[in-house]
T-cell receptor
């Protein structure tokens, strides 16, 4: 158990819809990262937040957005969903903002039908 | 951006050492090499990282060549539970702004056989 929690574990929704994925980092960690992993693909870094502020941005689509709240939990919002958005979405946390050792949650499996 | 190259798959007999290679020929002097692994569909797990010197912890050893253009992750006594995809990552920092990002490749799928 990494100490990072993600909800929900599974999510099935239709094209065009909007969903919100939630992540709680390990106690004391200030950084949260979001990743997307499509079937048989590597991890794609989406975005990083550090202590409430956006720190780094990867290949995140404009239809996707994220935020980190004062209690340090984070939400990833995915809108206008397409079939190609079906993937595992992982959240990770680290103690600092410099992308050192990251601890990953169990992921949310999103299926868009 | 510094990228890594790993063999797509490897096999190892249970109880033997697993040696997983990684090439990172464009690595910069202040970039670290990180290793993670991902057991089927679970969240990746941090293993080890290093800059120049060899490193060892309870999970593995990391050997980095003197020119830092390649490294090897060693699992000294592989078990069936070590079957996973192993990712070698170089941490990239851009001096302009905060545009930092980790680049994850497809990793090496290690199969530990009984």
């Amino acid at each position: 158990d990494s100490g990072v929690t993600q909800t929900p574990k599974h999510l099935i929704t239709a094209t065009g819809q909007r969903v919100t994925l939630r992540c709680s980092p390990r106690s004391g960690d200030l950084s949260v990262y979001w990743y997307q992993q499509s079937l048989d693909q590597g991890l794609q870094f989406l975005i990083q937040y550090y202590n409430g502020e956006e720190r780094a941005k990867g290949n995140i689509l404009e239809r996707f957005s994220a935020q980190q709240f004062p209690d340090l939990h984070s939400e990833l919002n995915l809108s206008s969903l397409e079939l190609g958005d079906s993937a595992l979405y992982f959240c990770a946390s680290s103690s600092t903002g410099s992308q050192d050792e990251q601890y990953f949650g169990p992921g949310t499996r999103l299926t868009v039908t | 951006d510094a990228k890594t190259t790993q063999p797509p798959s490897m096999d190892c007999a249970e109880g033997r050492a697993a040696n997983l290679p990684c090439n990172h020929s464009t690595i910069s002097g202040n970039e670290y090499v990180y290793w993670y692994r991902q057991i089927h569909s679970q969240g990746p797990q941090y293993i080890i990282h290093g800059l120049k010197n060899n490193e060892t912890n309870e999970m593995a050893s990391l050997i980095i060549t003197e020119d830092r253009k390649s490294s090897t992750l060693i699992l000294p006594h592989a078990t069936l539970r070590d079957t996973a995809v192993y990712y070698c990552i170089v941490r990239v920092d851009r001096r302009a702004g905060n545009n930092r990002k980790l680049i994850w490749g497809l990793g090496t799928s290690l199969a530990v056989n009984p």
